[in-house]
């Protein structure tokens, strides 16, 4: 059986619009995560992504619904959960140390201030800003910025860790370090992290399942993508793997055509039996070139996902 550490039980955002109509971004929504993994969600603008990783965070409530992180239902913002955002969302008058520390200091408020201090440093050496401790964010570059708030985060030791596109306004090399930094840190750590993003192949580095997003309004959660890719992977052999243009492909069919006719196309999903779609199952040939021709494997029941 699946560790539920988290899940998502068909909840719902809705919104009252003029003359007494409601738009409904989402409803029904089943998902659940186990501790140490590391899942994505991609779906196009207004599918509800930033919705429910506010919802998870405690920002928002859900119309309808429940959120239950480690056995405890969400009724508001708590430490146990600490985002980074897509802005880095540094405090201007604080330098590196002191952005961290302060963070340390609002969960630990008992520990004295060289406890903080240490405890502060050692994400600082984490997320390479040894040396930077002494400078504010005026004196960094973008890329320093965000790791600044990675190690704010994880300095809390946070249950889950919730990041909002957090690499999408850096430059192509700095975005790339970061993801690298960002997976080895959840690798040694076993941090559980949920992440929105766009970018495919940022989903298939990071993450170890991928959830599709239909369009929104009226968003609903289509599939569930296991990564076949080996946990060890390394960002410059990805492409070489057999199944990665195959898991590829698929992501960008869902997202180019599926996620548009996916409610005519199947009209009795069941939003509490989502499919796990796994890539290159045994019994299944792949093209030489990696080409799935929509050969993939799909479980009658996704783990985790049946309530």
């Known amino acids: 059986m699946t560790d539920k550490f988290i899940s998502i039980e068909g909840i719902a955002k809705r919104y009252p619009g003029a003359g007494g109509a409601t738009t409904t971004i989402f409803e029904n929504l089943w998902l659940s995560m186990a501790r140490g993994e590391f ?56 330098t590196v140390l002191g952005n961290v520390a302060y963070a340390v200091s609002s969960k630990w408020r008992r520990w004295d201030r060289a406890k903080v201090r240490a405890h502060a440093q050692t994400f600082i050496d984490l997320v390479g800003l040894t040396g930077s401790e ?57 941090q559980t992290a949920f992440m929105i993003t766009h970018d495919v192949d940022e989903a298939i580095y990071l993450a170890d399942k991928i959830f599709l997003m239909t369009n929104g309004p009226g968003a ?20 070489r793997h057999p199944l990665y243009y195959a898991l590829r492909n698929h992501i960008i069919d869902f997202l180019v055509t599926r996620s548009k006719t996916f ?45």
């Open 220 to 239: 609903v959660l289509a599939e569930v993508v296991e990564n076949p890719l080996p946990r060890d992977r390394g960002r410059t052999d990805l492409h």
């Open 39 to 94: 899942c994505c969600v991609i779906g196009h603008s207004g599918c509800g992504k930033t919705t429910v990783l506010n919802i998870l965070a405690g920002l928002d409530a859900p119309s309808e619904g429940a959120v239950i992180v480690d056995g405890q239902a969400i009724s508001g913002t708590s430490l146990d959960r600490a985002v980074i955002f897509q802005s880095h969302a540094l405090l201007p008058w604080r």
């Open 134 to 190: 002494h400078k504010r964010p005026s004196e960094l570059s973008g890329g320093m910025k965000q790791r600044v708030g990675i190690a704010r985060a994880l300095s809390i030791t946070p249950k889950m860790m919730l990041m909002d596109e957090p690499f999408s306004a850096l430059d192509a090399l700095t975005r790339g370090t970061l993801q690298d930094e960002v997976r080895r840190i959840c690798l040694e750590t076993g």
């Open 263 to 307: 409610a005519a196309e199947t009209p009795d999903h069941d939003p509490r039996n989502v499919p796990m779609v796994q890539i290159g199952k045994p019994g299944l040939t792949i093209a030489s070139n990696g080409e799935e021709q929509r050969q993939t494997w799909t479980s009658g029941t996704s783990p985790g996902l049946t309530a």
